[in-house]
């Protein structure tokens, strides 16, 4: 299956920890990467790899992985962090890319 | 610090073809990516279209691949996208994205590290 599936909405109190999902069977090949999207923007990559942060992004965000599971994880989440988040991996075969549905996330 | 930058017609008619281009800046389209395109219809998610290396090497969503081609002009630094027959169902914001494919015995990851402001493109 070359599909992701997120969770359509999350939602988190101010200051508390908030782990967003992506399961799909091309996660046991490879490492989810994670992109933040705030309203008319670009979405941005928060985490790639097994647990990797571009520069300027905050460490409170952290990612992780357990069979065809991806896990992004905010400790500590802050007003600012409330925006959609998408996973995104290539296929089993190496030949597409695939996106997951996209997480709301709302900070309470 | 490499930038994307698309342009083209925001407005195409149904049954016509949609053309965009993405300039890169700040970096050669030569270097170790692979450039996608992906869309985002209004209130929806991320969708990818294809993506190209270089070398010209594609690759293209199923769901797309009968009607779209990705090429690259390395004279110019800039790639392309054209989808043919469009139908509303087109209708999107449209971004260039740059990708990195990084594998060994161990593990393989993929990102889109670089994204263009993205450009909408109505079909009507």
């Known amino acids: 299956s070359s599909e992701l599936t997120q969770d359509p909405a999350v939602s988190v109190a101010l200051g508390q920890t908030v782990r967003i999902t992506c399961q799909g069977d091309?996660?046991?090949?490879?490492?989810a990467s994670w992109y933040q999207q705030k309203p008319g923007q670009a979405p941005v990559l928060v985490i790639y790899g097994p647990n990797n942060r571009p520069s300027g992004i905050p460490d409170r965000f952290s990612g992780s992985s357990s069979g065809n599971t991806a896990s992004l994880t905010i400790t500590g989440a802050q007003a600012e962090d409330e925006a959609d988040y998408y996973c995104?991996?290539?296929?089993?075969?190496?030949?597409?890319?695939?996106f997951g549905g996209g997480t709301k996330l709302t900070v309470l | 610090q490499v930038q994307l930058q698309e342009s083209g017609p925001g407005l195409v008619k149904p049954s016509g073809t949609l053309s965009l281009t993405c300039a890169v800046s700040g970096g050669s389209i030569s270097s170790n990516n692979w450039w996608s395109w992906v869309r985002q219809p209004p209130g929806k998610g991320l969708e990818w279209i294809g993506e190209?290396?270089?070398?010209?090497?594609?690759n293209y969503n199923p769901s797309l691949k009968s009607r779209v081609t990705i090429s690259v002009d390395k004279s110019k630094n800039e790639l392309s996208l054209k989808l043919g027959s469009v139908t509303a169902a087109d209708t999107a914001l449209y971004y260039c994205?740059?990708?990195?494919?990084?594998?060994?015995?161990?593990?393989?990851?993929?990102?889109?590290?670089?994204w263009g402001k993205g450009t909408t493109v109505t079909v009507s």
């Open positions: 091309s996660l046991r090949s490879y490492y």
């Open positions: 995104n991996s290539r296929d089993s075969n190496d030949n597409h890319v695939v």
């Open positions: 994205a740059r990708g990195t494919r990084q594998t060994s015995i161990i593990f393989r990851y993929y990102y889109m590290d670089v």
């Open positions: 190209i290396y270089h070398s010209g090497s594609t």
